[in-house]
């Protein structure tokens, strides 16, 4: 492999922004036909790399080969010319159009003109993308829409195809039709340049990884040579601590109960729930898979209080009926929550630790009297959350937005977790959040859960689910699966409830009550 | 080459220092201006910002066109903390003046300690009452509150109209449009011998003060700026939009209806048809001005005073019109808004970057945009 040119050679790329190294003198190469994984935390400069690979970004210094030849990549139309095509994580599609003409306005009109259904229709064939060119765009799952910007790349015979956290929005199954589609599109001679930090699936599909770690390469390994265990300490730079679960506390009286919830979701594309039934016990943790939008925000909104239901014993926290009651209420039930977005539903960024301590536990800490906020109290508590979660920040007075999301996420979790809920419900609790303080987080519901608590975590994430869940089930379009021993789940199964294609987890429990 | 630069973190020193710089480049442009016009700029300003405040009496007419500034401001930053933008504060002054020194008439020659109380009352319920049919509109129909309560004003100013045209007009007063005096006991009383300085600005004071104890202290506040800054936040921690909306626009229409109350009663002492000089919307001006912050205001709302007694004082003087003082007001705007950028951003000399790419300074090969 070292006599050929590299399709693509980075040398001693800097980008800096205020106050932040982005990128710091990375150089690496890509082969023809490779995949090569670019692996690093949040934060660890990966993007802002990626964005200068495809002509979003200037970089302050350094130089970019394409086949062996300087270049100046100035805006993605160079890329794509070049050859150079990229799947981002967020898709850019109308959803009022249809397939065909999402792809028409995203590519250049010479490659529209034509018979670019017949094209389309070749390309989905040829690289098992089965794809309807008529189709409406809203009638396609996520792991359609993505195949549409992978078709649409494909139709420009790429070089180099940059995969932002493909697999992110998939189910098991999918993910494994995407990498035959890639490792074909590989013994072509296609590079892919393949971002993630799914180690498991990097080890699987990769042969070549760049780690980053503070906008450096630190290291760089052959995948399938590794444990996804070394390749995540080499990403962090450290020794990393899994989650451990605990002895069993006695699983106890059900502490958490929905019954019959069935809510139209009041967002644009939202999802409506539907007959949602969940049960969670005392010291025990439920989780619960899924495919973003199939209606987790919904069901985290009616468990937090801030959607309501008709029905008051619809959601049932203790002892308390709390269906047509709001968050407040709901917290003096014992009820605590994290929201998906730590800064500006979590936490309110421009505000002060100690405020954002304040915010969700003015009243179970007693932070307030007469209405007055007692503010040495609400920094005592707050240095309390920063020093019992390991956060990182000079002092509780510094702003929320300026933590990284790791710490942020930490210090949310603290605040939530020291005023000691009955209940605790989680969306996506490590969603964008660095290894470590992942484990952290994980860790601390473990504890929890150990300690009595109920525990709901809805999650994406199939990994995290199967490493912290005693049971689980799936959402898909708005209905709940019944409930299943984590261990006696498989991830094919999980898989199939998350694509909807089976409707309970054979031989599981018989309550759907 | 002068170049803009997002910072880290938002600057706090700049919070404060944004308004100094607004009120020197104001200046500035003031004097470029009068030279322009022919005038005398050094005398001009004079005139406009010093000569106002030479004597003790000077002074008290300063506090006096303050007070329903700052009072207004005061209220108004409540709501605009919280977005909700209450425009109309112009019209709940009007009907707060209406309300109160209908009082005054309905017991006109009435002696009692009571009656001054009873009209401050009625002063806040009447601005209150405007305010709470935008506050109605929002929380039931969702409908805009910047317009209801805009449109609101011209119906307020009619309403003051219709009521000294007619049944409120004076019966001894020659057919002018103007109620009649109001009596001894429903004259706000003086709290500086030999001036117009009334206790309405005692009332502006402590509103300065409340206002501060309860955004700083107080749930409420806290409400209020969390609701401002993420309203998802705040849903979070279970507070109520519809509350907020109510009481920030109760609180912006109770200090706006004071403020017109205390016109009526303190120096103008009767209805007229022209209450204020346009106060409602200047103290937008001051509130901004102020940082939305209680003291902020206080001290904005003297400054916009002192354009109000310049604009006089450069009328009589120089001979100026009186647009002199609506151009100084837009100038303070504009510059504060122009400097608030500074509140977020730095400013750079030079290029973009101390180091430049050697391939972009030199391509070997680079590909045009044109035609892709």
């Known amino acids: 492999m070292t006599e050929q040119t590299p399709r693509l050679e980075l040398e001693g790329i800097t980008k800096t922004y205020p106050g932040v190294i982005a990128n710091n003198n990375v150089s690496m190469k890509i082969m023809p036909g490779e995949i090569h994984a670019l692996l690093g935390e949040n934060g660890a400069g990966k993007s802002t790399l990626v964005k200068f690979i495809y002509g979003v970004q200037k970089a302050d210094s350094g130089i970019l080969k394409w086949e062996g030849q300087e270049m100046v990549v100035a805006n993605p139309n160079v890329a794509r010319k070049l050859g150079i095509g990229m799947v981002f994580q967020h898709f850019s599609l109308f959803d009022a159009m249809t397939v065909e003409e999402n792809i028409a306005i995203g590519i250049s009109p010479e490659l529209a003109a034509g018979d670019l259904s017949q094209r389309i229709h070749d390309v989905s064939q040829q690289y098992g993308l089965p794809l309807d060119p008529t189709r409406y765009v809203h009638t396609l799952s996520v792991g359609e829409r993505q195949r549409i910007e992978v078709v649409r790349c494909l139709l420009q015979d790429p070089k180099l195809l940059i995969m932002d956290e493909p697999t992110s929005v998939l189910t098991p199954q999918e993910v494994d039709e995407l990498f035959k589609t890639l490792r074909r599109l590989s013994d072509e001679g296609v590079s892919i340049l393949y971002i993630s930090h799914k180690l498991q699936e990097i080890k699987d599909l990769c042969h070549f990884a760049t780690i980053m770690r503070m906008g450096e390469v630190v290291d760089n390994c052959i995948p399938s040579k590794e444990s996804p265990r070394s390749m995540a300490e080499m990403m962090m730079g450290a020794n990393l601590v899994s989650p451990e679960k605990t002895d069993k506390a006695d699983r106890g009286a059900p502490h958490l109960v929905v019954r019959d919830l069935s809510l139209a979701s009041s967002h644009q594309h939202g999802v409506d729930l539907k007959k949602i039934n969940l049960e969670v016990r005392t010291g025990e943790i439920l989780g619960i898979a899924g495919i973003a939008g199939n209606g987790q925000k919904e069901l985290m909104e009616v468990l937090s209080g801030e959607m309501l239901v008709k029905d008051q014993n619809a959601v049932v926290i203790g002892n308390v009926p709390v269906g047509k009651s709001g968050p407040g209420i709901r917290r003096d039930a014992g009820l605590g929550f994290v929201p998906e977005e730590r800064l500006g539903h979590g936490a309110v960024p421009e505000m002060s630790l100690w405020e954002n301590a304040f915010l969700s536990a003015s009243k179970t800490m007693n932070l307030m009297s007469k209405g007055f906020i007692n503010i040495n109290g609400s920094v005592e508590y707050a240095q309390n959350v920063v020093s019992e979660f390991s956060v990182k920040t000079p002092s509780v007075e510094h702003a929320a937005n300026s933590l990284s999301g790791g710490n942020l996420q930490k210090f949310i979790f603290g605040r939530e977790i020291l005023q000691s809920p009955g209940v605790i419900v989680a969306l996506q609790p490590t969603w964008g959040v660095d290894a470590g303080s992942a484990a952290f987080i994980r860790q601390s519901l473990l504890d929890l859960a150990a300690k009595g608590a109920a525990v709901l975590v809805i999650s994406q994430d199939l990994e995290e689910l199967f490493e912290v869940s005693d049971r689980m089930s799936v959402i898909c379009e708005g209905e709940l699966s019944a409930s299943r021993q984590a261990e006696e789940c498989t991830v094919e199964e999980i898989g199939l409830l998350m694509a909807g294609l089976s409707h309970d987890i054979k031989e599981g429990e018989t309550a759907h009550a | ?372």
């Not at chain 2, 020659?109 to 209150?128: E, K, R, T, Y």
């Not at chain 2, 011209?154 to 020659?174: F, Q, T």
């Not at chain 2, 604009?311 to 504060?336: R, S, W, Y």
């Open chain 2, 1 to 372: 080459m002068l170049r803009l630069e997002l910072r880290g973190e938002i600057s706090r020193s700049m919070i404060y220092w944004s308004p100094i710089f607004a009120v020197i480049l104001t200046f500035i442009a003031g004097i470029i201006m009068f030279t322009i016009l022919g005038v005398e700029p050094l005398k001009a300003i004079t005139t406009f910002f010093i000569a106002p405040l030479n004597s003790l009496d000077g002074i008290a007419e300063l506090f006096v066109k303050a007070t329903p500034l700052v009072l207004i401001a005061v209220g108004l930053s409540f709501g605009f903390q919280a977005n909700i933008w209450n425009i109309g504060a112009e019209g709940q002054l009007t009907i707060g003046a209406l309300a109160g020194g209908g009082v005054a008439l309905l017991f006109f020659n009435v002696d009692s300690l009571l009656l001054m109380p009873v009209m401050v009352i009625a002063g806040i319920l009447g601005g209150m009452v405007w305010a709470a049919i935008p506050a109605f509109l929002k929380t039931r129909y969702g409908t805009n509150e910047i317009l209801t309560s805009l449109m609101l004003t011209y119906v307020g100013l009619l309403v003051l109209s219709y009521l000294i045209h007619g049944p409120w007009k004076d019966p001894e007063g020659h057919n002018f449009p103007e109620s009649r005096l109001f009596h001894n006991a429903a004259i706000l009383p003086m709290i500086l011998e030999e001036t117009r300085l009334h206790l309405g600005w005692i009332f502006a004071l402590f509103g300065v003060a409340v206002a501060w104890v309860v955004m700083t202290r107080h749930m409420i506040g806290f409400q209020i700026r969390v609701i401002g800054m993420a309203p998802m936040a705040a849903s979070f921690a279970g507070f109520k939009e519809k509350h907020i909306i109510w009481l920030t626009l109760m609180i912006s229409g109770g200090a706006a209806g004071l403020a017109g109350m205390i016109e009526v009663s303190g120096p103008i002492g009767q209805i007229v048809p022209v209450i204020s000089p346009g106060y409602g919307f200047t103290a937008i001006i001051v509130a901004f001005l102020g940082r939305l912050h209680p003291v902020g205001c206080l001290f904005a709302g003297l400054l916009m005073a002192l354009t109000y007694l310049g604009g006089d004082n450069a009328q009589i003087e120089m001979n100026l019109p009186n647009a002199v003082t609506g151009v100084f007001q837009g100038m303070l705007l504009f510059f504060l808004l122009a400097s608030d950028v500074l509140v977020r951003y730095r400013i750079r000399f030079g290029k973009a970057a101390a180091l430049v790419a050697p391939a972009a300074a030199t391509p070997p090969m680079a590909i045009d945009e044109e035609g892709a």
